[in-house]
């Protein structure tokens, strides 16, 4: 589980390999399609897209089957994960990727020489005032994905080789049905397992042992 995800690039050969498989099919069934439908698909400006979607979920499925640390993240829904009367009124840096490379999760506080801790409001401050760590917070989606994993190995993992007890999504700012905005968090329970809650961005006591869970990379 401590190897980190490839970040080598789709090969010309693979590139190639992918289109003979493409149009071995389209050989084999190209006489069941009707012509005048089929002109019509040519002409659908998001046929492309379409196809690129289908051939990168099967990519990464076989990453996650074959990669113990990714976890496939879903669109967040707040309503259906915390209740009725929760919604995300702040995205820092949208994330359209459906993996979260867990090897890569570390932790910061945010706190400056001399500080024990600081607010919600200055923490958030001080993320947005860093581009860099903007793009890697990590999100309420990371998070849930970390939480429902079956058995929580990651965040049992996570535990065991870097000593992260707490974990909190900075990169989505909730809104509670009360009004008050806060982030999603895990934290370790004495017996191992993991439980999520919500923190006040608006207050709180955000110390080192309370930090931002963001990407190395």
């Not at 879903?74 to 840096?93: R, S, T």
């Not at 570390?106 to 706190?111: A, N, Q, R």
């Not at 919500?198 to 931002?212: H, L, T």
Request: aromatic share 8%.
């Amino acid at each position: 589980m401590g190897s980190s995800m490839t970040t080598s690039k789709m090969t010309d050969g693979q590139i190639n390999r992918v289109v003979e498989i493409f149009r071995a099919k389209l050989v084999k069934h190209a006489s069941n399609l009707p012509s005048d439908a089929v002109q019509a698909a040519l002409g659908d400006a998001s046929l492309g897209q379409d196809l690129f979607d289908v051939f990168q979920r099967h990519v990464e499925v076989h990453l996650i089957d074959t990669q113990p640390h990714l976890l496939q993240r879903k669109p967040f829904n707040p309503k259906k994960f915390i209740g009725a009367g929760w919604k995300v009124i702040e995205v820092l840096q949208p994330r359209n990727d459906g993996i979260l490379d867990a090897s890569q999760i570390v932790t910061k506080d945010y706190l400056k020489k001399g500080e024990s801790s600081i607010n919600g409001e200055e923490r958030l401050r001080r993320i947005k005032a860093s581009p860099a760590d903007v793009k890697l917070q990590l999100d309420a989606a990371d998070c849930q994905a970390l939480y429902e994993e079956k058995g929580q190995v990651t965040l049992r993992w996570l535990d065991e080789t870097k000593g992260i007890k707490f974990l909190s999504g900075w990169n989505t700012i909730l809104q509670s049905p009360r009004g008050n905005r806060c982030v999603l968090y895990l934290v370790r329970r004495v017996d191992g397992s993991w439980r999520w809650s919500d923190g006040w961005v608006g207050g709180g006591n955000w110390d080192a042992d309370r930090p931002a869970g963001l990407l190395a990379s």
